[in-house]
């Protein structure tokens, strides 16, 4: 997430109460989560396993809960609670904004695109021409749709990320400033769920397909001409690339990436990256003829295990 204009590390430091490592004027841009960091954001980081990562990560200034050495040409916020203070950086810049009408005045909507009844269209939404929103669909703040997309009733655009740190009296919600953008030729389906990223964008790529009941979480990226079948749930920071085929009931961890033209077969669970021009199978998912080997050496146990015993 950029800000609207330039920051100081000192005006930074003032928004949050903390205190700063680096020269007053040292320029700030931006925050972002440790996946998407760019030069001049600022990255948080509350646990010393990954103290190394957020250092030396693209991110300038780090906000962090230890005093620490700054690396050249960075800047450090020293926090007592760096996730607290990423939230109050997020509610600044990017504050709550409540809707009195079903269409804000300030979204923008493209020629001949409809526009069914009872659809909730929020502040500064973006339509592009030749769509179809289907009735009772919801799309957030900020979302951004391009041209020629279809979205069938029910479906919600830009839900917050479920993305909580677990503290003892319970568990405080990562507050979600990013976006969903949706580009030109996609078709969603019905009782959809698409949420924004944490301070980047939820993408979803040209020309790709969904079917009804697809669940896909914050900063995932989704590439061009993908099938993507029912009741899938795709977790969040997830690449998927160009030309996939996921089939129904389909689930992903968080934080992987799956390689363009992989094929997923129905109700097969993804725990760690694959490889591209490859079909998989099961759960843990893994390439389809080792999974069946597999499967049909487990079915010889039995038999395997009466032969031994009457040895």
Same mark, same amino acid.
């Given at each position: 997430?950029?800000?609207? $204009?330039?920051?100081?590390? $000192?005006?930074?430091?003032?928004?949050?109460?903390?205190?700063?490592?680096?020269?007053?004027?040292?320029?700030?841009?931006?925050?972002?989560?440790?996946?998407?960091?760019?030069?001049?954001? +600022?990255?948080?980081?509350?646990?010393?396993?990954?103290?190394?990562?957020?250092?030396?990560?693209?991110?300038? +200034?780090? =906000?962090?809960? %230890?005093?620490?050495?700054?690396? %050249?040409?960075?800047?450090?916020?020293?926090? !007592?609670?760096?996730?607290?203070?990423?939230?109050?950086?997020? *509610?600044?810049?990017?504050?709550?904004?409540? #809707?009195?009408?079903?269409? #804000?005045?300030?979204? %923008?909507? &493209?020629?001949?695109?409809? @526009?069914?009844?009872?659809?909730?269209?929020?502040?500064?939404?973006? @339509?592009?021409?030749?769509?179809? +929103?289907?009735?009772?669909?919801?799309?957030?703040?900020?979302?951004?749709?391009?041209?020629?997309?279809?979205?069938?009733? &029910?479906?919600?655009?830009?839900?917050?990320?479920?993305?909580?740190?677990?503290?003892?009296?319970?568990?405080?919600?990562?507050?979600?400033?990013?976006?969903?953008?949706?580009? !030109?030729?996609?078709? +969603?389906?019905?009782?959809?769920?698409?949420?924004?990223?944490?301070?980047?964008?939820?993408?979803?790529?040209?020309?790709?397909?969904?079917?009804?009941?697809?669940?896909?979480?914050? !900063?995932?990226?989704?590439?061009? $001409?993908?099938?993507?079948?029912?009741?899938?749930?795709?977790? &969040?920071?997830?690449?998927?690339?160009?030309?996939?085929?996921?089939?129904?009931?389909?689930?992903?961890?968080?934080?992987?990436?799956?390689?363009? $033209?992989?094929?997923?077969?129905?109700?097969?669970?993804?725990? /760690?990256? *694959?490889?591209?021009? /490859?079909?998989?199978?099961?759960?843990?998912?893994?390439?389809?003829?080792? /999974? *069946? %080997?597999?499967?049909?050496?487990?079915?010889? =146990?039995? /038999? @395997?295990?009466?032969?031994?015993?009457?040895?």
């Amino acid at each position: 997430m950029k800000f609207p $204009k330039p920051y100081t590390l $000192k005006q930074i430091a003032g928004i949050i109460n903390t205190t700063y490592v680096g020269a007053d004027d040292f320029p700030v841009f931006g925050m972002n989560e440790i996946h998407v960091v760019e030069a001049g954001d +600022i990255v948080f980081v509350d646990h010393p396993k990954y103290y190394d990562k957020a250092l030396q990560s693209a991110a300038t +200034i780090v =906000l962090i809960n %230890k005093v620490v050495d700054c690396p %050249k040409g960075k800047a450090l916020l020293i926090s !007592d609670d760096p996730f607290r203070d990423f939230n109050k950086l997020t *509610l600044h810049f990017k504050p709550f904004q409540s #809707s009195s009408t079903s269409i #804000s005045p300030s979204a %923008k909507i &493209g020629k001949h695109t409809i @526009i069914q009844p009872n659809c909730f269209i929020g502040n500064n939404v973006t @339509i592009g021409d030749n769509c179809v +929103i289907h009735s009772n669909v919801s799309i957030y703040d900020d979302t951004v749709i391009g041209n020629n997309v279809t979205i069938h009733a &029910g479906t919600v655009l830009g839900a917050s990320a479920f993305y909580y740190k677990k503290r003892p009296e319970g568990f405080d919600k990562l507050i979600s400033g990013g976006r969903v953008v949706i580009k !030109d030729n996609v078709d +969603i389906g019905a009782l959809c769920t698409i949420d924004k990223g944490v301070t980047g964008d939820t993408t979803i790529g040209e020309g790709t397909k969904l079917d009804n009941q697809i669940q896909i979480g914050h !900063d995932t990226i989704i590439g061009k $001409k993908c099938l993507i079948a029912s009741q899938t749930g795709i977790a &969040g920071c997830v690449i998927i690339e160009d030309e996939v085929t996921l089939w129904g009931q389909v689930g992903s961890t968080s934080g992987i990436t799956i390689g363009s $033209k992989a094929v997923i077969q129905a109700q097969s669970g993804i725990s /760690k990256s *694959l490889e591209g021009g /490859k079909t998989y199978f099961g759960s843990p998912a893994d390439e389809v003829r080792v /999974k *069946l %080997k597999e499967m049909a050496t487990i079915k010889q =146990l039995p /038999k @395997i295990l009466e032969d031994l015993k009457n040895k």
